[in-house]
């Protein structure tokens, strides 16, 4: 019901901006971005409300940005200022209620995944 994408290769200091549409009757509340590393487990990147109210984890504060575009059931994760660090595999999520929670327990409907690598 979720397909990611817009991943690819790019250059540290560079950007990227991944896409998730949402098919269905219903666009979930709450929708969020997770990544996981080779070896990592999968870490919260932020959520989006059905309102447009936004969270971030730590380290994407400031140079992440989620938009949701209730019209299109589509959200958006713009990623600048990219590093090496960032290379994971990236996911949306989505958990039809509203929830605070940011595991990825939290989120039962998940796209399959578009893998972000970032070169120095």
């Known amino acids: 019901q979720l397909q990611a994408s817009g991943g690819g290769l790019v250059q540290a200091g560079g950007s990227l901006r991944l896409s998730c549409a949402a098919s269905?009757?219903?666009?979930?509340?709450?929708m969020g971005w997770f990544r996981q590393a080779p070896g990592q487990e999968r870490d919260f990147v932020g959520r989006?409300?059905?309102?447009?109210?936004?969270y971030y984890a730590g380290f994407a504060k400031g140079r992440f940005t989620i938009s949701r575009d209730n019209a299109r059931n589509s959200i958006f994760l713009q990623m600048n200022s990219l590093e090496p660090e960032d290379t994971a595999v990236y996911y949306c999520?989505?958990?039809?209620?509203?929830?605070?929670?940011?595991?990825?327990?939290?989120?039962?409907?998940w796209g399959q995944g578009t893998l972000v690598t970032v070169s120095s």
């Open positions: 999520a989505g958990n039809r209620e509203i929830t605070f929670d940011r595991t990825a327990r939290a989120f039962n409907i």
């Open positions: 989006v409300f059905h309102t447009g109210s936004t």
């Open positions: 269905g009757r219903t666009f979930p509340n709450t």
